[in-house]
């Protein structure tokens, strides 16, 4: 069991955990997660963490098929500028390996943005704190449990 998982169950959240064979090779651990769970690239959505000018952590949970928009994604956090956030900044912050990083069970609770196109789908499929495991929930779910809040932060 992972934090993100234990989390979720502590909680009594429905979700569902899957599982596949993670490839070293794949160039996208966010496609390579549709591909093999047989769902769309807008359905699963991966976690980036960003650094606001005021040198804030902010996760931001986007689907796979659209990129970050760090100028939305600052605005939603309050802040007027971001950048990616440096792996070992990430990986301390969070206690998860890059690949894996999940917005639940965080080492360190983070302000956490969630794309509003999450909202389309009964479930989104996130990273369940490891490499070829994704955790599937409900988005109001997922905003409950990180106090997230939803903007537009996609491009």
């Not at 429905?14 to 496609?31: K, L, R």
């Not at 206690?95 to 990083?101: D, S």
Request: charged letters at 20%; a positive charge; glycine letters at 6%.
């Amino acid at each position: 069991m992972t934090p993100a998982i234990n989390l979720a169950k502590k909680h009594k959240i429905a979700h569902t955990i899957h599982e596949y064979i993670h490839d070293d090779n794949h160039p996208s651990f966010g496609e390579e997660a549709a591909e093999k769970l047989g769902v769309s690239t807008a359905q699963v959505f991966k976690t980036l963490v960003i650094e606001l000018d005021s040198k804030q952590l902010v996760v931001c949970v986007v689907p796979v098929s659209h990129n970050l928009n760090l100028k939305a994604a600052a605005k939603a956090a309050n802040g007027k500028k971001a950048n990616m956030a440096d792996k070992q900044d990430v990986q301390r912050s969070t206690g998860y390996v890059l690949g894996g990083v999940s917005p639940l069970g965080q080492k360190k609770r983070l302000t956490t943005i969630i794309d509003e196109s999450a909202n389309n789908f009964a479930t989104i499929y996130v990273s369940a704190g490891k490499r070829g495991l994704e955790i599937e929930l409900a988005p109001q779910d997922l905003q409950t449990l990180c106090s997230a809040q939803f903007f537009d932060i996609k491009s």
